[in-house]
C-alpha cells in the first residue's frame, strides 16, 4: 500500500534538511478524504502536482469588457469566449479571476512581478531572480523523492533561451526539456525501466555509479569550509543534485510497481524549430501526450511546465508583430471595449492549455483518468497585459486532486493575493502547510471552497 | 585584401584566366548579365481541367489514362486466365515488392520482351491530346503547324504533349503532374543544379538585340529556405560538361527573351533518360519584376531516347506506376514525330518539345570560382570526361532487374504456375 | 507512516532558512588567523568545459551533452557564472557526460596512451597505479593538486570498482568520472591566503591566479607550463607573471580566448535558440544563424588580435568573411571554393562593422520585423556600458498612434516625443533608427510600406546618418574603449566592478588610448595589474586551516614563516 508520503520519501525528506530524524506514527491518511482513488490491488494512486503557465494574461480591461471572468461565481460558471477551450474538461477545472500580486513598495517587474509572487510568495526586487524558492520545488521535495526523477520542467516555447521558473534558492532555474524529441529521452530513454515489464532485474552498473558519488559526497566538509555564505549556497544547491541522483539510482535498484496506465511510447517526430503560435501549439501538444505517459508511467510525480514565457515572442506566421508587441499597440475596440487581436492571440493560446489538459484527461487511470489524479495550477504573468497590470492575474486548478479538489467553479475575490490560490493548491497537493507568502502577501487562508 | 565588386562590366583578362581554350570569341562589349538557377523544370504541357490533377478537360476529354486492366493485357497477350491472375497476385514469390513481376515484360509475340522490342505487340493505343493548347514554342516558324498557347500565339511545336500529355506521368496543372513532382524533388534535394546566363551588349536589358542566353551545370546544390522554396541569390560555380551545355543568341523586347536563330544543344532532362538533345532548339523567357526567369526552352528531341528512359527505369514498375502500357508510348512517339535531321523525307527520328523553366536570381561563378561570368561562352572545351553515373544501385537488364537467386527466371519459356497441387487455393 | 507534523511544517517552509543560518554568524576571516578562504565560486562554462576536455585528454574526446543555460549579470554571462550553480537535471547530464568521458578516456584503445602504468593484476585494484593516473589527471581537472584525502577517495572508489567488475581499468572509469563530476572541477574555487610579503592582507593563491590567466587568455585550465609556475610560487613575482603572460598571449591558443570573451561580451549566446518567422525571412536557417555568428567572431578574432589593429575600427571597418549560405543573406556572390573567404563591403553597401553583420542584425531584432529600440538597447549596453531600465510598468501605449502604414520611425519618434517615455527612448531609438536600412534579418531594405525610410538620427547635439554614422559615432565616442576595457576586467575576476575599481579603469582606459585601442596588450595591462588579482573576501566566509587544507607537495607553511616559495 502506497500513498502519498511514504516512509521511504519521508525518511530521505527529512534526512535532506539535517534535522532529527523523527518517525511518527500517523498514516498520512487524515489527508486523503474518503474519495482517495486505489488500484485494481488496493495500492492508491498517487496524485500528480504540476504548474502550467503562459505569458501575457487573458483580456480583461479596465473599462469593462472581460473576456475570460465568467459572471457567476460558484459551480457551474459560464464558458467565456478565451476559455473556449476548457469546454471538455470543464468540471474538472476551477477559474480563479481578481486575485493580484502585491508589491508592497516594490516595483512592478514587467513580465516577471506577477508570477514571481505566485510562486515564491515575495515580489521580486530584480528581474531574472525570485527572493525565494518557487513553491513547486518544495512539493517536489515532499512527494517526488519516491519516482525515478524528483520534477521534470518542460518548455514548449522555441524562445531563445529555455525559460523555467523553478528555482530552489531564487538564482538558479532549472533546466527544462525544450523538445519532443529531448523530453522522450529523458523520460523513456538510457535509464528507463518499464514498470509493467516482468522482465525487471537490478543493473548492476547502478551500484557502481553510486560510488563515483560516494567520493564526491566525501568531500563535502572539507570543501564547504572556509566558503563565504553565497558561495555555501550554490555549494549546497550542488550537493543536493548529488543526492537527488543517489536517489534516482536507489529507485531504480528496486523493482518498479506496476503501473496498469502506463503506455511506453515511441520516439516522436521534432516539431519545426519556429515560435509561430501553431507551431508551439503543436509543440506543446507533442510534450503534454509524453509528459502525461512519463506520469503514468511512475516516471515522476511533479512537473513544471512553460507553453510561452512571460516575454512572450510567439506570432502569428507571416505578421511581423509579436504578440507582445500587439498587447501594447492595439487599440482598444471603442465599441467592444478591448483589443480584438490581443483577445484572439489569447484565445489561441489557451487552445493549447485545453489539448495540454485533453492529453491528461485522455489517460484512463483506475476508476478515471490521470487528469482526476493529478492538480495543475496555470497561471499567467499579468492581468492586462497592455499596462502589465499584476491585478486579477488569471489562474486555474485543473484536475481533481485524486477526489480533493471540488473542481468546475469559479472564485472570484476582488484584490485578494494570489498567494491564496498557491496556499490552496499545496493544500490540495497534501503539503503541510499552514501558511504561505510574505508581507501582504502572507495568508493563511486557503480557499476552503475548492476543497473536499 | 582581395576587393570584390559587385559590378557588372568586366573585360576579358578574366577569360583569360580560364585558358584560352575555353574563350571561342571573348566578347569584350557585354554590358550587361542576369544569372539565375534553376529551380523547376518540367515538359511544357497544359492541363484542360478546371480542377484535380486527372479530371477530364478540353485536352483530355475522357481525363488521365487510366490504369490498364493488367489481368485482360495478360490474357490478351496469350496467357491463361489463371496464369494471368497468378502473375497479377502480390503475394506470389515471383513478384517483387521493389521491382514488380518480371514476366509483365514477356507479352509480346512468341513471348518477346515488349519493352526492348515494343513492335512485338499491336499498339495497344495511348490517347493522344485532342485539345487545341498547348505551351511550348514555335520551332518550325509555320503559324498553321502545332497548337495555340493559352496567351493565344498560334504555331506552338508540341508533338511531345500531343503524343503523351494524357498520361498520367505528364498531366497536371504546372508541378503537380506525378513526373513533374518525382524528377523536380531529386533535383532540389541536390541531384543536379542547371544555371542560367543571359548577357547582352546594349544599356538595356529589357530591350537589346544582342543576347545570349546561356545553359550551364553547376556541382553545387540548391538550398532549401524556411518555406520550403528553393533560396534565391545563392551562388553557383559552372561546372564545365562535356554534354550538358546550351548556348542560345536571342534578342529581348519588353525583358521578353526570344532566340534570333536555331541552337544545337543538349541540356539535362529531368527525367531518367537524362540526356535531352535538342535541334534547331530555341528559347523563349521571360526576365519578370521581382528577379525571376520563367519561360521555355525547346526544340526537338530524339524519341526513342525517351522511351528508352522509361524502358531502363524498370518497365515493370513504371507499368504499374504511371498506369501505361510502354509499347503504347513507343507507338505514340513514333506516330507523332515530326522532324527528320537529315531532311524532309529521312526518317522522323526527333518529335518537338519544349521544357517549361522557372528560375530564381543566383550569383553565377567561373568554374574556379573567383569571378562572376560576365558573358556566355562555352566551357566544353576544359570539361572533364563524363563518366555516366550508373541511374540505380541495381542492375536493370532488358526493362527488369533480373533475380539471379530467383529458382523461376522471368522469360518466354518461363513455366508461369507452380507445379504444386496447393497452387490452386492462391488463386482465390 | 508518518505524518510530516510540525516540524515538517518548519521544514518545507522554513527548511532553506535553517542551512543558511549557522553561516550567518561567523565574522569575516582575517589574514593574521593564518588560514585561507575561499572568495568565489565560479561555474565552469560549456566552451571552458570543452576545451579543458581537448586539453587534457585531447581533441579526439567527444563531449556530447546539453550544458545548463548561463545567466547574464551585469551585461556580462562571466559575472552571471559567479551566480550560478548547478540543479539536478544539470547534475544528470554531467553525470552521463562525465561517464561517457571516462569511458573513452580508459577504453581499450586509448589507455596505452592514456594510463601511465600498468596494474600489477588487470583483475584487481592496483593502488599505486591508480594513484599515479590520478593524481596526474586529477591536477589538471582541480587545476591544482589534488590533497591526500581527495586522492585516497577516489583511489577507494577505483579499488572498491575493480573489486566489483573484476577490471582494474573499470575502477579506473569509475575514479575518473568521479574526479569530473566533483565541484572543484565543475566550479572555479577561488582561494585567498594570507600574504606572506603584507600579513594584514590576503593574496589569492597560486593556482587561482593561475587559473585566472588561464581562463582569461585561453579559455581553458591552466597547462602543464603554467601549473608549473604557479607550483614553483613564479607567478606571484611580477616577472614570472610577465614571462607566462607574454607565453599564452602569443600562442595561438588566444584566439580561443578572445573569441569566448566577444562572444560573452557582444551576447552571441543568443544564437542557439534564434527564431525567424520563415514566411517573412525564408533565408533564415540554422545554417544561417551558425554561419552569423562565426562570421563577427572571425571578424573580430582577425581585426582585433590576428592584425592588431584599433578596436575603434570594429564600428568602421567593412573587412569581413563570409561563406556560401551567409552571401545569400547580403545578397553577393560567394568567390571561394573554400568554406570561408574574405570578403569587403563596398560603400554603397551601407554596412559599417560588426554592427551591420547579420549576427547583430538579426538576434537584435524580432521574428519578423526589425526592432530600433531593441538595437539601440543593445549598442548601449554592449558598447558603451550604459544599462537601459525596464519600462515603467503602467505605460499605455493607447496614447501612441498605432500604424500599418508609414515606417516605424514615426511611431518611435511618438515615443520620444512623449512625455513618460522620451527620457529613455531619446537616448536610445535614434542608435537603433540609423539601423533602419536593415531588416530583421540583416538584409538591405531601403523601403518600407512604399515608403522610403530614414535613417537620420539626433543625439543630444549629435547627428549622424545611417550605419556609417553610427559607427564612426561609436569609433570616436570615449565610452566605447572605456567599456571594453570594463568589460575585459569584469570577465577576468568574474564580478561587477565597484567604486574602488573606479580609478584603475580610468587610468587602465588611458593606458588602452595611448597604445592605439590594441585589444591584445589591453589585456596584458589588465592581467599584469595587481587589480586583477586583488582578493574581495565575501561576507561571512568561514576560515579553514592551512594545515587542513594542505596540498599535497607543496609546502604547507604557516605565515609567520613568512614562506614564500
Not at chain 3, 591526500?148 to 582494474?168: H, I, P
Not at chain 3, 591566479?209 to 585550465?221: E, N, V
Request: net charge neutral; hydrophobic share 40%.
Amino acid at each position: 500500500m502506497s500513498s502519498f508520503f511514504d516512509r521511504r520519501s519521508f525518511l530521505r525528506g527529512m534526512l535532506r534538511r539535517g534535522t532529527a530524524v523523527c518517525v511518527a506514527l500517523p498514516v498520512l491518511d487524515q489527508f486523503l478524504n474518503g474519495n482517495g482513488v486505489a488500484y485494481a490491488d488496493g495500492a492508491k494512486i498517487p496524485v500528480r502536482f504540476g504548474t502550467y503557465f503562459w505569458g501575457l494574461g487573458l483580456t480583461d480591461t479596465p473599462t469593462g469588457g472581460t473576456r475570460w471572468v465568467p459572471s457567476k461565481s460558484g459551480p457551474g460558471y459560464e464558458i467565456m469566449p478565451e476559455l473556449e477551450s476548457l469546454k471538455p474538461v470543464k468540471d474538472k477545472v476551477s477559474v480563479f479571476s481578481g486575485f493580484r500580486a502585491i508589491g508592497d513598495g516594490r516595483p512592478n517587474l514587467v513580465h516577471w512581478s506577477g508570477h514571481a509572487s505566485i510562486l515564491s510568495g515575495v515580489a521580486p526586487g530584480v528581474s531574472g531572480r525570485f527572493d525565494g524558492p518557487s513553491f513547486d520545488t518544495k512539493i517536489a521535495d515532499a512527494i517526488g523523492t519516491s519516482t525515478r526523477f524528483k520534477v521534470i520542467d518542460i518548455d514548449a516555447s522555441m524562445s531563445r533561451q529555455p525559460v523555467s521558473y523553478s528555482t530552489p534558492t531564487g538564482v538558479t532555474f532549472a533546466m527544462p526539456e525544450t523538445t519532443p524529441l529531448a523530453l522522450y529521452a529523458r523520460l523513456f530513454g538510457a535509464g528507463f525501466q518499464d514498470p509493467n515489464s516482468d522482465n525487471w532485474q537490478p543493473d548492476p552498473s547502478i551500484m557502481l555509479r553510486q560510488s563515483v558519488l560516494s567520493a564526491v559526497k566525501d568531500q563535502r566538509q572539507a570543501l564547504m569550509s572556509g566558503v563565504g555564505k553565497s558561495d555555501q549556497i550554490k555549494l549546497d544547491q550542488y550537493f543536493t543534485s548529488v543526492r537527488e541522483m543517489e536517489n534516482q539510482l536507489a529507485i531504480q535498484l528496486e523493482k518498479p510497481e506496476k503501473r496498469e496506465a502506463c503506455a511506453v511510447p515511441t520516439a516522436p517526430k521534432d516539431v519545426p524549430h519556429n515560435a509561430s503560435v501553431d507551431s508551439v501549439r503543436a509543440n506543446t501538444k507533442a510534450m503534454a501526450k509524453l509528459l502525461a505517459l512519463g506520469l503514468a508511467c511512475n516516471q515522476t510525480r511533479v512537473f513544471n511546465f512553460v507553453h510561452t514565457a512571460g516575454i512572450s515572442e510567439a506570432y502569428i506566421a507571416g505578421e511581423s508583430k509579436i504578440y507582445h508587441q500587439i498587447t501594447h499597440d492595439e487599440p482598444t475596440d471603442a465599441k467592444l471595449g478591448y483589443q480584438p487581436e490581443t483577445s484572439m492571440l489569447a484565445g489561441l493560446v489557451m487552445q493549447a492549455f485545453g489539448d495540454f489538459l485533453v492529453e491528461l484527461d485522455g489517460i484512463k487511470e483506475g476508476e478515471g483518468t490521470l487528469l482526476d489524479n493529478s492538480l495543475i495550477m496555470a497561471f499567467s504573468d499579468t492581468g492586462y497585459a497592455k499596462i502589465h497590470s499584476i491585478e486579477n492575474i488569471p489562474m486555474f486548478l485543473a484536475g481533481k486532486a485524486g477526489g480533493r479538489h471540488k473542481a468546475g467553479q469559479h472564485v472570484h475575490a476582488t484584490g485578494e493575493s494570489v498567494t491564496r490560490v498557491s496556499l490552496t493548491a499545496q493544500q490540495l497537493i497534501g503539503a503541510p502547510v499552514g501558511e504561505f507568502g510574505t508581507g501582504s502577501m502572507r495568508t493563511a487562508r486557503p480557499i476552503t471552497e475548492v476543497i473536499a | 585584401m582581395k576587393r570584390y565588386l559587385i559590378a557588372t562590366i568586366v573585360t576579358a583578362t578574366s577569360l583569360a584566366l580560364l585558358g584560352s581554350a575555353a574563350a571561342q570569341r571573348p566578347s569584350s562589349s557585354v554590358k550587361w548579365t542576369k544569372t539565375y538557377v534553376v529551380e523547376w523544370n518540367e515538359p511544357a504541357m497544359y492541363y484542360g481541367a478546371k480542377t484535380g490533377v486527372i479530371d477530364p478537360g478540353t485536352d483530355c476529354p475522357n481525363g488521365t489514362n487510366p490504369s490498364p486492366d493488367w489481368i485482360k493485357v495478360l490474357v490478351d497477350a496469350g496467357y491463361t486466365l489463371e496464369e494471368a491472375k497468378w502473375l497479377r497476385n502480390p503475394a506470389n514469390p515471383t513478384r517483387s515488392p521493389v521491382h514488380g513481376q518480371n514476366q509483365m515484360a514477356f507479352r509480346g509475340k512468341d513471348r518477346a520482351n515488349v519493352y526492348v522490342n515494343p513492335t512485338s505487340v499491336a499498339d495497344p493505343g495511348l490517347a493522344p491530346v485532342s485539345g487545341t493548347i498547348a505551351e511550348g514554342i514555335d520551332l518550325d516558324g509555320d503559324e498553321s503547324t502545332g497548337f495555340t498557347s493559352p496567351t493565344g500565339e498560334k504555331g506552338i511545336d508540341n508533338n511531345f504533349y500531343k503524343a503523351l500529355g494524357c498520361w498520367k506521368t505528364y498531366r497536371g496543372p504546372h508541378r503537380l503532374s506525378s513526373g513533374a513532382l518525382n524528377f523536380n524533388d531529386a533535383m532540389r534535394d541536390g541531384a543536379w543544379t542547371t544555371v542560367i546566363v543571359v548577357a547582352g551588349e546594349g544599356p538595356d536589358p529589357m530591350n537589346d538585340d544582342n543576347v545570349k542566353v546561356g545553359f550551364y551545370m553547376s556541382k553545387d546544390k540548391m538550398v532549401k529556405d524556411g518555406v520550403g522554396n528553393i533560396a534565391r541569390d545563392y551562388t553557383f560555380r559552372i561546372a564545365p560538361h562535356a554534354k550538358y551545355e546550351g548556348i542560345f543568341p536571342a534578342r529581348t523586347s519588353n525583358g521578353r527573351i526570344l532566340s534570333t536563330a536555331p541552337a544545337d544543344v543538349m541540356l539535362r532532362d529531368p527525367s531518367y533518360t537524362q540526356d535531352l538533345e535538342m535541334l534547331r532548339a530555341r528559347v523563349d523567357l521571360e526576365m519578370k519584376p521581382d528577379g525571376s526567369l520563367t519561360g521555355y526552352v525547346g526544340g526537338y528531341r530524339p524519341w526513342e531516347p525517351v522511351y528508352k528512359g522509361w524502358v531502363n527505369a524498370r518497365g515493370t514498375v513504371i507499368e504499374v506506376l504511371t498506369w501505361v502500357q510502354l509499347p503504347a508510348v513507343y507507338y505514340a512517339l513514333q506516330r507523332n514525330a515530326d522532324y527528320s535531321p537529315t531532311g524532309p523525307g529521312g526518317e522522323k527520328t526527333h518529335i518537338s518539345f519544349a521544357l517549361r523553366i522557372d528560375a530564381l536570381p543566383a550569383f553565377v561563378m567561373s568554374p574556379d570560382g573567383n569571378n562572376e561570368v560576365a558573358s556566355v561562352e562555352s566551357y566544353k572545351a576544359i570539361a572533364p570526361k563524363q563518366t555516366d553515373k550508373p541511374m540505380y544501385p541495381f542492375l536493370v537488364v532488358d526493362g527488369i532487374v533480373p533475380d539471379p537467386t530467383s529458382k523461376v527466371q522471368a522469360g518466354p519459356n518461363a513455366v508461369i504456375l507452380p507445379p504444386s497441387a496447393n497452387s490452386a487455393s492462391q488463386l482465390r | 507512516m508518518a505524518g510530516l507534523a510540525a516540524v515538517g511544517a518548519l521544514t518545507l517552509v522554513g527548511g532553506f532558512a535553517l542551512v543558511t543560518s549557522s553561516a550567518a554568524q561567523t565574522p569575516p576571516p582575517k589574514p593574521s588567523d593564518g588560514l585561507t578562504t575561499k572568495v568565489a565560486l565560479r561555474r565552469v562554462t560549456e566552451t571552458q568545459y570543452r576545451h579543458t576536455i581537448a586539453d587534457v585528454f585531447g581533441p579526439e574526446i567527444k563531449i556530447s551533452a546539453r550544458f545548463e543555460p548561463e545567466q547574464r549579470v551585469d551585461m556580462l554571462l562571466a559575472i552571471g557564472s559567479a551566480q550560478l550553480s548547478l540543479t539536478s537535471s544539470g547534475f544528470e547530464q554531467y553525470f552521463a557526460l562525465a561517464t561517457s568521458i571516462s569511458d573513452q578516456v580508459v577504453s581499450e584503445k586509448q589507455r596505452t596512451t592514456s594510463v601511465p602504468c600498468k596494474p600489477a593484476d588487470p583483475a584487481g585494484a592496483d593502488d599505486a597505479c591508480a594513484r599515479r593516473f590520478l593524481t596526474a589527471y586529477g591536477e589538471r581537472l582541480f587545476r591544482r593538486p589534488l590533497t591526500e584525502s581527495e586522492v585516497l577517495a577516489r583511489l577507494r572508489t577505483a579499488a572498491a570498482g575493480a573489486k566489483q567488475s573484476g577490471d582494474f581499468y573499470a575502477g579506473l572509469k569509475l575514479s575518473l568520472t568521479s574526479l569530473l563530476l566533483a565541484p572543484e572541477f565543475l566550479f572555479r574555487v577561488e582561494t585567498a591566503e594570507p600574504d606572506p610579503a603584507n600579513p594584514q592582507e590576503f593574496r589569492l593563491d597560486a593556482y587561482t591566479k593561475a587559473s585566472r590567466l588561464s581562463f582569461l587568455l585561453w579559455d581553458s585550465a591552466p597547462d602543464q607550463e603554467l601549473l608549473a609556475a604557479a607550483r614553483s610560487g613564479a607567478i606571484h613575482t611580477q616577472d614570472g607573471l610577465t614571462k607566462q603572460l607574454n607565453r599564452m598571449i602569443s600562442s595561438p591558443r588566444f584566439e580561443d580566448g578572445a573569441r569566448a570573451f566577444f562572444t560573452d561580451m557582444l551576447q552571441l549566446d543568443g544564437f542557439e535558440n534564434l527564431v525567424k518567422d520563415p514566411t517573412i525571412y525564408p533565408k533564415f536557417n540554422q545554417t544561417v544563424s551558425d554561419s552569423a555568428k562565426e562570421q563577427t567572431l572571425r571578424t573580430t578574432v582577425d581585426l582585433l588580435v590576428d592584425k592588431r589593429r584599433d578596436y575603434r575600427d570594429l564600428f568602421t571597418s567593412n573587412e569581413t568573411f563570409i561563406n556560401r549560405p551567409l552571401a545569400s543573406v547580403y545578397q553577393i556572390p560567394f568567390a571561394s571554393s573554400g568554406d570561408w573567404a574574405p570578403y569587403t563591403f563596398p560603400l554603397s553597401s551601407e554596412r559599417s562593422g560588426i554592427l551591420t553583420e547579420v549576427a547583430f542584425l538579426s538576434l537584435f531584432a524580432h521574428p519578423g520585423s526589425s526592432s530600433p529600440t531593441r538595437r539601440g538597447i543593445k549598442v548601449r549596453e554592449i558598447f558603451t556600458c550604459q544599462v537601459t531600465p525596464d519600462p515603467p510598468a503602467d505605460v499605455d501605449f493607447s496614447k501612441v498612434q498605432a500604424s500599418t502604414t508609414g515606417t516605424v520611425r514615426e511611431r518611435l519618434l511618438n515615443h520620444m516625443g512623449t512625455a513618460g517615455c522620451a527620457s529613455c527612448h531619446r537616448p536610445i531609438d535614434p542608435l537603433g533608427l540609423a539601423l533602419e536600412h536593415f531588416d530583421g534579418l540583416g538584409q538591405l531594405r531601403t523601403m518600407e510600406n512604399g515608403a522610403a525610410i530614414d535613417v537620420n538620427a539626433e543625439l543630444g547635439s549629435v547627428k549622424f546618418e545611417g550605419a556609417q554614422g553610427l559607427g564612426q559615432y561609436l569609433h570616436d565616442n570615449p565610452r566605447v574603449p572605456a567599456c571594453l576595457v570594463r568589460n575585459v576586467f569584469a570577465y577576468g575576476v568574474g564580478r561587477k566592478p565597484d567604486a574602488q575599481d573606479a580609478d584603475y579603469l580610468r587610468g587602465q582606459a588611458t593606458a588602452f588610448a595611448n597604445d592605439g585601442y590594441r585589444f591584445p596588450d589591453l589585456v596584458v595591462q589588465i592581467a599584469s595589474s595587481p587589480q586583477f588579482f586583488k582578493v574581495a573576501v565575501p561576507n561571512g566566509a568561514e576560515r579553514t586551516s592551512l594545515a587542513a587544507a594542505a596540498t599535497a607537495p607543496l609546502k604547507t607553511s604557516k605565515t609567520s614563516e613568512g614562506a614564500n616559495p
